[in-house]
């Protein structure tokens, strides 16, 4: 069964009513015709009503969709030619950052993105989407690869953090992410990153530092998760919807302060109701953008993404 | 024990006690949080606030930590000007900086400036635990990464102290960009070829440690610094095992090839100055 949001209630039950209205009508005498048009209508208006005013807790509850759409189904649905590559050369394969090269009308670009599961079993081996140092050094390894052979790189964003856990730090989880951050700085070819779902603090940033950020429309940005955020601030975890919106972590407010460029617009209801659909939006702003910087030379790639990370801050002087 | 001695043990113990005591409070006398060894407070001073017992390397601010690797009166701070907004509006916030720039001097949760080591200039970030936790914020972040672009402008080499409990949750998103703010000043640093030496000091985890904290040509810390990406508690809650007492101190990321060597108060100046004249060019 599909997981429903639970401000989606007012639908759902307007749904059940409809249905049961038209199951009548097809076996009894009574003729519900007309009162089935008219919920049908009203169902269209409320379904707009609801979507069109998502609060920031509603939106972090579709970033979190089990049925959300992934890197992976992204890069299947937007790109021919795709091939997996594994691998840091030095530690081991860590299955929840993945990439590889893949093609777009023909040119041929390196992809990279966090990868949860969608079912338990493989959320287990792509350990929830939170990556391990092994994860961000195959990510820098592909960037190094594509910077060798001139071609964009285009990064998914779909993580709760890097893992806190005792091998990562072992093995210099922050190093990883440091790293990454100083590289991607200076990479002489077009980056674009895209967060497609939670974008989690360091763990998110990690294949961030792009020349153009997107977000959906539905997706979350943040420095903490909003229930830690909750218990750091009110010490208390179940106040996750006030600091949803306290931390304005969502696309709209994130545009606002400039940390990044553009949001892409999501089908109705949210990128899992229509997958195909969403690829479409998603596939027009890569294309965009991969037009919007095909003539900047490499000096000027990495002076456009300097500028844009310089400004990000508000101070007074 | 002689016998004159056991009537007279409890009384003169308890006097004494409460003197120490009020010594402490008094700041006369200092007891050490770690082996709870008592000290004149001068004479911790004088040891650079490591205590000459157990080594342990107390928490100095941003001032002390400048004087003790900068050539006297060759320090000059630049930015002070900076002021901390408020940008997500959280209720209180920027009191909190506004009494924390009362307790500290500072303007923000970060010291930078320009001055020499044995006469060889460098510019200098020194972040201040005193100060919010020195968690990084819109400022420290600019702060921070004006001080780069000055030491790329100079030609010199960047050193910073890092002390964090890494970003600011009340600037949100903002604090987070801050990591990749710096980064992309510390790429060009490197690029000119200049010498980037990070010194790790207790503590330097979250957003920090994530970021220009762990990136320096050499990586230094204090000894039995908490150096980590995430909280222990955190750790321990995901994981469900007990982690090793040593468990992200500077010796555990030294052991596991995270740090290049750790250096002891006493000796960072000299380190530091040995390390910038052996990456001078010859022409200077």
Redesign the interface.
């Known amino acids: 069964m599909e997981q429903t949001l639970p401000f989606e209630k007012p639908l759902i039950e307007l749904q059940a009513k409809i249905s049961e209205l038209k199951s009548v009508t097809e076996s009894a005498d009574i003729d519900f015709t007309e009162e089935i048009k008219h919920l049908e209508t009203k169902f269209e208006t409320l379904q707009k009503e609801i979507y069109s005013n998502l609060e920031p807790w509603d939106r972090v509850q579709i970033a979190r969709h089990t049925m959300r759409p992934t890197s992976l189904d992204y890069i299947h649905a937007i790109f021919d030619d795709f091939i997996e590559l594994h691998g840091d050369r030095n530690y081991g394969d860590d299955e929840a950052l993945i990439g590889g090269i893949a093609s777009i009308d023909g040119q041929a670009v390196t992809v990279i993105g966090h990868q949860r599961g969608k079912a338990t079993k493989e959320n287990i081996r792509r350990n929830f989407g939170m990556p391990h140092p092994e994860g961000y050094r195959k990510a820098l390894r592909l960037m190094k690869q594509a910077e060798k052979f001139n071609r964009p790189i285009i990064c998914f964003v779909d993580t709760k953090g ?5 091998a ?8 990883a ?3 990454n ?6 990479l002489t070819v077009p980056v674009l990153s895209v967060v497609i779902g939670e974008g989690g ?2 763990g998110a ?1 990690g294949i ?2 792009a020349n153009r950020i997107y977000m959906l429309e539905n997706s979350t ?4 998760s909003p229930e830690g ?1 909750a218990s ?2 009110w010490k208390d975890a179940s106040l996750a919807k006030d600091a949803a919106e ?4 969502t696309a709209p407010n ?1 545009k606002e ?1 400039a ?1 990044i460029d553009e949001i892409i617009p999501e089908v109705l209801g949210g990128a899992h109701k229509n997958p195909e659909e969403q690829a479409e939006f998603v596939a027009a702003s890569i294309r965009q953008g991969l037009q919007d910087f095909k003539d900047f030379s490499k000096e000027q790639l990495v002076n456009q ?2 500028d844009k ?2 400004v ?6 | 024990m002689s016998i004159k001695n056991i009537f007279s043990k409890t009384k003169p113990n308890k006097v004494k006690k409460a003197q120490v005591q009020h010594d402490i409070k008094a700041g006369v006398m200092h007891q050490c949080s770690e082996c709870k060894h008592v000290m004149v407070t001068k004479e911790l001073q004088k040891n650079l606030y490591v205590c000459p017992k157990c080594n342990y390397h107390n928490k100095i601010n941003s001032q002390q930590r400048m004087n003790l690797v900068i050539d006297e009166g060759t320090f000059q701070s630049i930015d002070d000007n900076l002021k901390t907004t408020n940008p997500l509006g959280f209720p209180g916030y920027v009191e909190k900086v506004q009494v924390d720039q009362a307790k500290t001097g500072l303007n923000e949760a970060v010291l930078t400036g320009i001055g020499q080591i044995d006469g060889q200039t460098i510019v200098l970030a020194v972040m201040d635990s005193f100060f919010r936790m020195g968690s990084m914020g819109s400022v420290v972040g600019e702060k921070i990464t004006r001080a780069i672009e000055k030491a790329t402008e100079l030609k010199v080499p960047f050193i910073i102290f890092t002390a964090s409990g890494g970003a600011r949750m009340q600037e949100g998103a903002l604090s987070l960009m801050q990591m990749a703010k710096t980064s992309v000043a510390l790429e060009k640093h490197s690029r000119e070829g200049q010498l980037y030496v990070s010194v790790m000091t207790h503590p330097t985890t979250g957003g920090v440690s994530a970021s220009f904290a762990s990136v320096g040509d050499i990586n230094l810390a204090e000894p039995q610094a908490l150096i980590g990406f995430a909280g222990r508690r955190v750790i321990e809650q995901t994981v469900r095992e007990k982690l090793p007492d040593d468990f992200q101190t500077a010796e555990f990321l030294l052991k596991h090839g995270q740090l290049d060597k750790i250096v002891p108060r006493h000796e960072m100046k000299d380190t530091l100055s040995t390390i910038v004249r052996l990456h001078t060019k010859g022409d200077n």
Do not use: T
């Open positions: 890097a893992y806190p856990g005792k990562a730090e072992e093995r210099g989880q922050s190093e992410i440091a790293r951050l100083v590289e991607m700085a200076g603090s360091g940033l961030s530092v940005f943040s420095v903490i955020a750091i601030l306290a931390m304005r972590i994130l302060m940390v993404r300097y990370f310089r990000i801050g508000s101070f007074e002087q």
